[in-house]
Each structure stands twice: as C-alpha cells, then as structure tokens.
T-cell receptor, first 115, second 109 residues
C-alpha cells in the first residue's frame, strides 16, 4: 500500500513570498490533516478535513494560510505571504474511516525555510 | 499550561539500560493516549496505544494514570536503534490528536 505522498520535500523562499505544498493521502482515507512542526517541538494541527469538508481549522493562521481539498482526495496548503517564523516541517497525515484504532499515517513532510 | 507536557531530554543511556519517559496532560476529558516515535528528519509513526490497565509490546511498556493525568513509557534493554524522539499524544475530541514536544532518547554503545 502506497503511503502518504507530499511534495516538494524541501523549499527555500524569501519572506513575503508565497508557497504551496501538496499532499496525496493513502487511497480511501477520508480524513486528512496538515500539521506544522517547528524544530524542537511536536506537530501542531493546522487543519483537518473529512472528505472535502473542514472539521477543524481553529489553529490555522487564516490571514496567511489557506488549505483546500476540493475533491476529497489530495490537498494543498498555501502560505501567502510567508514570514520567518513559518520555517518548519509541514506534515500531512491521513486516517481511514470506520476503524476502531486511532493511527494517523504521516507523509515525509515538506521542510520549509523562510529567509 | 500546555495540553501535553514532556521532558524534552535528551536522555543519554547505554545499551541494555532501562529508561522511562513521563508525560502529563491537562484535559481531564482526554479520551485516548498514544506514544509515537519520530526518527531524526522523519515522520512520526505510532509506537503503541496506552490503555488504562497498562500494556506491553516486547521491550516497551506503557501505563496510564487517569487520576494523576499521567502517562509513561518504559523501554527495557535499550538498543541503539531505539534512539529517536518519543512523542506523547492525547486524543482530546473525536479524531483530533494533540502532540507533546517529544522526549529525545540517545542510546550509546
């Protein structure tokens, strides 16, 4: 079974520029998450989708971050404009529907450096 | 107060040692508990769930104390390959996980 795919793996941009990240979850996983992991910290949930609907975006800085999952499969996360403090790894995770367990499957992440 | 608190370490132990990590959580309504493992520059992966009665998986033992809002992970007979960051994770509402900052373990020969 293919895992969660993310691209790009690395991105370096200057502050005030825009950037977009892409995620393709495991086939059939209805729930998709975007996390931000700053160096030395645990992952912090930015947004959670159930199919193409947003379940939780309470920690998404909506003045600069946006995310969509239009067809309920792959998803994009955008930052516009980027700030220095956005330097982090952006992790996408997915979870199957209807399971009793609670494992989230993470992609390899996109490492963003804002200079 | 953070929702999930862990000692960031690092814990430096020799091979064969026993090491324990602790974690506290603030939300008494938390429903489920987990330990995830994250290798350097890799994604987190589920290590084990934590049950009220305590549970064991090989060299790993997890325990939960709901009264004290405290979770622990014990690793026996440490291996070099156990070197990683161990993330304490709490499910506070349906499908939402809150991660601690992680505890870094370094096992040396």
């Amino acid at each position: 079974e293919a895992g969660v795919a993310q691209s790009p793996r690395y991105k370096i941009i200057e502050k005030r520029q825009s950037v977009a990240f892409w995620c393709n979850p495991i086939s059939g996983h209805a729930t998709l998450y975007w996390y931000q992991q700053i160096l030395g910290q645990g992952p912090k949930l930015l947004i959670q989708f159930q199919n193409n609907g947003v379940v939780d975006d309470s920690q998404l800085p909506k003045d600069r971050f946006s995310a969509e999952r239009l067809k309920g499969v792959d998803s994009t996360l955008k930052i516009q404009p980027a700030k220095l403090e956005d330097s982090a790894v952006y992790l996408c995770a997915s979870r199957p529907t209807g399971t009793s367990g609670y494992e989230q499957y993470f992609g390899p992440g996109t490492r963003l450096t804002v200079t | 107060r953070k929702e999930v608190e862990q000692d960031p370490g690092p814990f430096n132990v020799p091979e064969g040692a026993t090491v324990a990590f602790n974690c506290t959580y603030s939300n008494s309504a938390s429903q489920s508990f987990f330990w995830y493992r994250q290798d350097c520059r890799k994604e987190p992966k589920l290590l084990m769930s934590v049950y009220s009665s305590g549970n064991e998986d090989g060299r790993f033992t997890a325990q939960l104390n709901r009264a004290s809002q405290y979770i622990s992970l014990l690793i026996r007979d440490s291996k070099l390959s156990d070197s990683a960051t161990y993330l304490c994770v709490v499910k506070v509402v349906v499908q939402k996980l809150v991660f601690g900052t992680g505890t870094r373990l370094l096992v040396s020969p």
